[in-house]
């Protein structure tokens, strides 16, 4: 199998992470569009980190901003 990322790289993504205990109202209003529109949805980080799994990726570190989103460090594996 060829791989786009050599082990070790990193993979940086900043997306509306769902919280595990209490959501923000509006990631949860974002996921219901995304559900609409588009067949998407928001995830939990260890939503998110199963998915990287999946994929060659494990989830590193979830880093909170001033805004909605997060930045979610991964590294191929």
Known sequence: MR??????AVLLIIEGIVH?????????S???L?????GGRERT???LGDLLHRT???????VETASTMRIVEAVAV
Do not use: I, K, Q, T
């Open 20 to 28: 595990e205990e209490c959501a923000d109202p509006r990631v949860c």
């Open 34 to 38: 995304m559900l609409a529109v588009s």
């Open 56 to 62: 060659g990726f494990s989830l590193g570190r979830v």
């Open 45 to 47: 980080a260890r939503e």
């Open 30 to 32: 974002l996921d219901v």
């Open 3 to 8: 791989r786009a990322a050599s082990s070790g």
